[in-house]
């Protein structure tokens, strides 16, 4: 009997090492107060998407095997600003997202999006789900884009749902009821 738990055991280790690392044992939707973490929000279209490899083993980024959702991995992106909701931004800032609890996408459309930025010195939104890695902000001297533990990017089409819910959170509306 206990060989076969052993043998369970070591089953339950390999698969679970061969699927991408996810620190959250579970989803928290996004909860448009949040916003008020942000210290900048715009309107605005992404340009030069990329993901940023790093390896903690010290090889360089080009010598850096292609996995899935390495933890240490981040974005960094350019957005071209059509419209500022909250704070202040020049037309085109370059901005970091560090994912650190799901996989970032390896490619964003342009948008427009409404999107939420912060100080990565400024604290960021509470944690809401049972787990959560946080690592520090991927570059001290960028904004990084706003996002509690566990939840989705503050990376909102800029048309309709959350980003409205935003607008009315950011013009001082009350949040409307859900049913």
């Known amino acids: ?12 280790a390999i698969i679970a090492g061969a699927v ?33 490899r790093h390896d903690p083993t010290g090889r360089k980024a080009d010598q850096v095997v292609k996995s899935p959702g390495p933890i240490w991995d981040y974005a960094r992106f350019e957005v071209v600003v059509d419209q500022v909701l909250l704070g202040r931004a020049p037309r085109r800032l370059s901005v970091t997202w560090d994912n650190s ?3 970032e996408p390896e490619s964003m459309g342009p948008g427009p999006y409404l999107i939420a930025l912060r100080n990565p010195a400024r604290p960021i939104p509470p944690l ?10 991927p570059r001290a001297d960028l904004p990084t884009l706003l996002q509690a533990p566990c939840s989705s990017p503050f990376l909102l089409p800029a048309a309709g749902g959350d980003a409205d819910a935003v607008r009315k959170i950011l013009a001082g509306k009350p949040k409307p009821e859900r049913r």
């Not at 009997?1 to 339950?12: E, K, N, P, S, Y």
């Open 20 to 52: 991408p690392a996810q620190a959250c044992m579970t989803f928290v939707p996004l909860q448009a107060e949040d916003v008020r973490y942000a210290d900048t929000v715009v309107i605005g279209r992404v340009e030069k998407y990329r993901i940023i």
């Open 1 to 12: 009997m206990r060989h076969l738990w052993h043998a369970g055991t070591l089953t339950i």
């Open 128 to 137: 809401r789900g049972p787990s959560a890695t946080i690592f520090p902000a």
């Open 101 to 103: 609890t799901f996989d």
